[in-house]
């Protein structure tokens, strides 16, 4: 019988390495001349960041701050969801930036019929908010990963392929 090779298809990050770039992050904020005394908050809820600051010209700072953390740390860009910025009490702004995690249905039926429009003797299922696709061919699982690479571009989600077997 012939062997069956698989790989599944994730938006998913690295928790830890959110929480350390936000550490660096708040460091930064400290110790830097233009942003000490601005009174910044920066908060990692569990599908959030919270941002409060002075005025929307730190805001912008510290959002410059988190990208080039979190690039460092290997966290793609597509994870964060920016909101709109709030004006709250005390002259102050707020922003919330989601953090997208899990390929919703919609977008799981997209990913799965472009790999099957592409390549034929392949099979993708979806699993609740992953998605895996195997074939009797390593070279078709090579080009299914060339094409989620480029996928991700197109959808704007961060996509990895875990789990090649």
Partial sequence: MAESFSFDVVSDFERQELVNALDQVKREISQRYDLKG???????????????????????????????????????????????????????????????????????????KSIRDQIKKINVSINGDTLRVSSKSKNDLQIAIKLVRDLEESLNIPLKANNFR
Avoid: M, P, W
Avoid at 47 to 60: A, G, K, V
Avoid at 63 to 82: C, P, T, V
């Fill in 38 to 112: 601005t009174e910044t908050s920066v908060d990692l809820d569990k599908e959030s960041i919270y941002i409060i600051t002075n005025s929307e010209l730190t805001l912008n700072a510290v959002n410059d701050i988190i990208r080039q953390k979190a690039i460092k740390r290997n966290l793609s860009l597509k994870i964060f969801d920016y909101g709109e910025i709030e004006i709250v009490s005390g002259n102050k702004v707020r922003q919330t930036i989601l953090l997208k995690q899990g390929i919703n249905q919609e977008i799981a039926k997209k990913i799965s």
